[in-house]
């Protein structure tokens, strides 16, 4: 090999060894957003994406101009606080805190100083994150998706679906922690239409299976599964054992219909994760949590499975199917 070759062979090999030396560098000198969530990855791969859409929309490309460290709890509220601090010890700009109340009120405690952008079911007034509405103050904003309050809703919904059933059961899990309010809620929605309630509490996997035998045993003719994260994580298998026991089931999320559950009501969760990903990407520019409002769903979607119906001999009303936000056949 000539001299001039050797030397152009050894300044290729060192761009080589730089270039991802380079990349590194670069990456490490992006400003960091932390990700915290008490859903798991493998149900809100989607809401992920709808966070980097609004984080696009406010000008920042996750791997070009920022970087995101995530942290799921899959269901597991007990590891929120320990996820808050692995992410804070990155030295995050931001923190975002999704995936029910208990991620935003870790997040906010573990910080008085960095921003954090929470996501919620529940009232961030009453939860002590922020002073109000329009004015939140301190260092968190996000959104709410009022689901833990819509649980009379869905009861009525429910008994609208199904008339003649005289009893219903809720499952609920009583580590989440508006778990009361939502059993009050529901335990006066059956009486106010003078149906039984029969309640089931699940706060792990091997209880999940037994909740649904109970409930059968007791002859519910129809549940109710109220919004918590720990459902949400194990949402296939709910909807298998739902449609195991014949059980109409009623669920937060059109995501549940979607994947083959009866009929849901709530919100439209993607678009408020989107909004997430815009606060954080304001607040990366210089807003102040402060200032941003906390938002909330301006409608509320009914979507109807009628597949699922069809496969549980049941006939939807044609009332209800005119309501719906959605109908999937």
Request: one cysteine or more; proline letters at 5%.
């Amino acid at each position: 090999m000539s001299e001039m070759r050797r030397r152009e062979f050894v300044t290729l090999l060192g761009a080589a060894a730089v270039c991802p030396l380079a990349a590194h560098a670069q990456r490490s000198m992006m400003p960091v957003i932390g990700f915290m969530s008490g859903r798991s990855l493998q149900d809100s791969d989607y809401l992920v994406d709808a966070v980097r859409q609004g984080l696009r929309e406010a000008g920042y490309l996750e791997g070009e101009s920022i970087s995101i460290e995530y942290r799921w709890a899959n269901g597991d509220y007990d590891r929120l606080p320990d996820l808050a601090s692995e992410l804070l010890a990155h030295n995050v700009l931001v923190l975002i805190a999704v995936g029910g109340d208990a991620s935003a009120i870790a997040a906010k405690r573990a910080s008085s100083s960095v921003p954090v952008v929470f996501g919620m079911g529940g009232d961030p007034v009453r939860a002590g994150l922020v002073a109000s509405f329009n004015r939140p103050g301190g260092n968190a904003t996000g959104f709410t998706l009022l689901t833990n309050q819509m649980e009379s809703k869905r009861v009525s919904l429910l008994h609208e679906l199904v008339p003649s059933v005289s009893s219903l059961g809720a499952l609920i899990n009583p580590s989440f922690l508006p778990a009361a309010n939502q059993l009050s809620d529901i335990k006066n929605a059956a009486e106010n239409i003078q149906r039984k309630l029969v309640v089931a509490t699940v706060d792990s996997d091997a209880q999940l299976e037994s909740a649904f035998t109970s409930l059968v045993k007791q002859q519910v003719g129809a549940v109710l599964v109220a919004a918590a994260p720990f459902f949400d994580t194990r949402r296939e298998r709910i909807i298998g054992l739902a449609a195991q026991h014949r059980l109409p089931t009623m669920y937060q999320f059109r995501e549940y219909a979607v994947a083959g559950g009866l009929i849901s009501y709530g919100p439209n969760i993607a678009d408020s994760y989107r909004q997430a990903g815009i606060y954080a990407g304001r607040i990366l520019r210089g807003a102040k949590p402060s200032d941003l409002p906390v938002q909330q769903p301006t409608r509320f979607e009914m979507v109807i499975n009628l597949k699922t119906a069809n496969a549980l001999g049941l006939a939807i009303p044609n009332t209800m199917q005119l309501l719906a936000d959605e109908v999937i056949e």
